[in-house]
T-cell receptor, first 111, second 116 residues
Framework: SQQGEEDPQALSIQEGENATMNCSYKTSINNLQWYRQNSGRGLVHLILIRSNEREKHSGRLRVTLDTSKKSSSLLITASRAADTASYFCATIGAGSYQLTFGKGTKLSVIP | DAGVIQSPRHEVTEMGQEVTLRCKPISGHNSLFWYRQTMMRGLELLIYFNNNVPIDDSGMPEDRFSAKMPNASFSTLKIQPSEPRDSAVYFC??????????????FGSGTRLTVV
C-alpha cells in the first residue's frame, strides 16, 4: 500500500521559479526521504529528514517535516530545465524497515 | 564506485519463458532491495535482503517469483513462468547498514521487462 501521497500529481513552471511539492503520509515514521526520477532512469536519493527534524537544506532543496500533520514539503528554488523529473517521497514507518513510496509529482520546468 | 549495476537494461520475452534479472550492489552495502514499478501500482517492494539473507519476501507476487543472493556482490530475481502482467520496470537498490537506519537508498537503472 502507498504510505506517502504527493500533491500535486503534476506541476509545470517557468525556469527560475520555485517549485513546491507536498507529501502526506498515514502512520508514524522513522524518517522521510525524497527521490528524483528522470524519465526512463532509476531513482536518485535527494534528501533524508528524520522524524525529530523539522527542516533540512541541501543546495537548492529545502525539505520540511510536520509530524503532527503527517506531512512534508519539498521546495526547489530557482528551478532549471534540468530539474524536470518525477519526485517521490518515501517513508520508513516507525518500527519498520520498509521504504514505501508515493506515486510521485511530475515536474516540468519550461525554459 | 560504479553504483548499483543491473542487467539487462531491457528484456523482451514470450509468455511462459523464464526471466532472470541481475543486480550488483555497491560494495560494502549490506542491505539489498528489489522493487517493481508500474503505472498502476507505482513502486512496490518485492524482497529485502540483509547480509545476503532474505528478511522479508512478503511482497513477492506469487510462487512464480524467486530471488537469491548467493554472495554480497550479486543478486538475482527470477520469474518462471513469465506472464504479460509481469511487464514492469524492476529496480534493485542497496544501502549500508541494517534497515531501517537513516541512510538513503542507491538505485540501479532498472530492467524494463516486457512479456508478450
Amino acid at each position: 500500500s502507498q504510505q506517502g501521497e504527493e500533491d500535486p500529481q503534476a506541476l509545470s513552471i517557468q525556469e527560475g521559479e520555485n517549485a513546491t511539492m507536498n507529501c502526506s503520509y498515514k502512520t508514524s515514521i522513522n524518517n522521510l526521504q525524497w527521490y528524483r526520477q528522470n524519465s526512463g532512469r532509476g531513482l536518485v536519493h535527494l534528501i533524508l529528514i528524520r522524524s525529530n527534524e523539522r527542516e533540512k537544506h541541501s543546495g537548492r532543496l529545502r525539505v520540511t517535516l510536520d509530524t503532527s500533520k503527517k506531512s512534508s514539503s519539498l521546495l526547489i528554488t530557482a528551478s532549471r530545465a534540468a530539474d524536470t523529473a518525477s519526485y517521490f517521497c518515501a517513508t520508513i514507518g516507525a518500527g519498520s524497515y520498509q521504504l514505501t513510496f508515493g506515486k510521485g509529482t511530475k515536474l516540468s520546468v519550461i525554459p | 564506485d560504479a553504483g548499483v549495476i543491473q542487467s539487462p537494461r531491457h528484456e523482451v520475452t514470450e509468455m511462459g519463458q523464464e526471466v532472470t534479472l541481475r543486480c550488483k550492489p555497491i560494495s560494502g552495502h549490506n542491505s539489498l532491495f528489489w522493487y517493481r514499478q508500474t503505472m498502476m501500482r507505482g513502486l512496490e517492494l518485492l524482497i529485502y535482503f540483509n547480509n545476503n539473507v532474505p528478511i522479508d519476501d512478503s511482497g513477492m507476487p506469487e510462487d512464480r517469483f524467486s530471488a537469491k543472493m548467493p554472495n554480497a556482490s550479486f543478486s538475482t530475481l527470477k520469474i518462471q513462468p513469465s506472464e504479460p502482467r509481469d511487464s514492469a520496470v524492476y529496480f534493485c537498490a542497496s544501502r549500508p547498514g541494517q534497515a531501517p537506519g537513516n541512510y538513503g537508498y542507491t538505485f540501479g537503472s532498472g530492467t524494463r521487462l516486457t512479456v508478450v
